[in-house]
């Protein structure tokens, strides 16, 4: 039996095509049977696209660059709509409003890579004026200082934490699931806490902290069998098989 160079499925010695993937087949050695895909080889020449020789700064740009047609057209189509259909600006302002605070978030992400600090910093701050704008679009309620900016403020804490911590650990594997799952429950105290607190004036603990217990305790049989394949790389040894 051969075995198809593109998708590896066996296939029969006189086969013109691969029977899985529907390849054309080539026979180059009548001998050894080996076989190549006329159709692989011309993918392969085409894996190198211009998009692919590029950097990694210039493929942000082309990302944040495209991102910004796509947003900016869409707030200008939103507000030509609600200016047609109410001849004022009324529900269009929320889209627009969500539409460039995200625009202005992945130029700094595009331009401010490897300035974590500076990047969230300036996404917090944007993220906050949108929840203050958003606020004041709904007749002021309040919600936005006392609840959203609390709970932005907590999730950029946890996140910028996190993806700190990733960027310390020098092997990855299960333990960055374990930091996730740790991250992950810390954000839901802090949920929990604040809508208790901004909902009854009292601050209050529920399914929060069992998520919480729950996270952490997963997070700890993660971690231990982590650092345990890192001494006892046999699997077989690992589980006592």
Known sequence: MIKCPYCGVELEENAN??????????????????????????????????????????????????????????????????????????????????????????ITATFWYKRTILWFSFSFLSTSAMLILLDIYAEGTGWGMKLGIPLLLAAYVIVFMLINRIKAAREKGLNIIAYSLTASGLLSLCIDGIISLYARDSLSFGWGLIVLVSAITISFLLLYIHYRLKKVTDLKRFFHL
Request: aromatic share 8%; glycine share 2%; hydrophobic share 45%.
């Open 17 to 106: 095509f691969c029977s899985l993937c529907g390849e054309p087949l080539v026979e180059i050695n009548k001998d050894n049977l080996a076989f190549i895909s006329s159709r692989t080889t011309q993918r392969r020449e085409k894996i190198m696209t211009d998009y692919q020789k590029l950097t990694g700064a210039q493929k942000r740009k082309i990302f944040w660059k495209i991102s910004a047609m796509i947003l900016l057209s869409a707030a200008i189509i939103t507000l030509i709509i609600d200016l047609t259909a109410n001849q004022s600006i009324t529900w269009s302002k929320y889209p627009v409003t969500v539409s460039l605070v995200l625009l202005l978030n992945i």
